[in-house]
């Protein structure tokens, strides 16, 4: 199982990026995907998820509204629209994915990818 990031850099505030995330292995026993980030000297915080069941999507407060999830299934691809920056955005981004079918879409997610830095200027 691989999950690669990429996509972060830098932009100024009211920007936008989109971070992408190529899974490989056996992604047809997972159940949902998520990303999440993390600033240091805090712990790592849910972003947004997207569940294979129903197509559901999750967003954490904070993001509502400026970030939007979505996959694309032929290219085992997850991403992550980001708009409307702001530098309290700013953080390392990662993805995850869910291995089990009554996950929970805000923190039980069982492979982790290395993390794309996303830095918003004011």
């Known amino acids: 199982v691989q999950l690669q990031a990429s996509g972060g850099g830098l932009v100024q505030a009211g920007g936008s990026l989109r971070l992408s995330c190529a899974a490989s292995?056996?992604?047809?026993?997972?159940?949902?995907m998520g990303w999440f980030r993390q600033t240091p000297g805090k712990e790592r915080e849910f972003v947004a998820g997207?569940?294979?069941?129903?197509?559901?999507?999750y967003y954490a407060d904070s993001v509502k509204g400026r970030f939007t999830i979505s996959r694309d299934v032929a290219k085992n691809t997850l991403y992550l629209q980001m708009n409307s920056l702001k530098p309290e955005d700013t953080a390392v981004y990662y993805c995850?994915?869910?291995?089990?079918?009554?996950?929970?879409?805000?923190?039980?997610?069982?492979?982790w990818g290395q993390g794309t830095q996303v830095t918003v200027s004011s």
């Open positions: 292995g056996r992604t047809s026993s997972w159940y949902g």
């Open positions: 995850a994915a869910a291995a089990k079918p009554d996950y929970n879409a805000v923190y039980e997610y069982d492979y």
């Open positions: 997207f569940s294979w069941s129903g197509g559901s999507t």
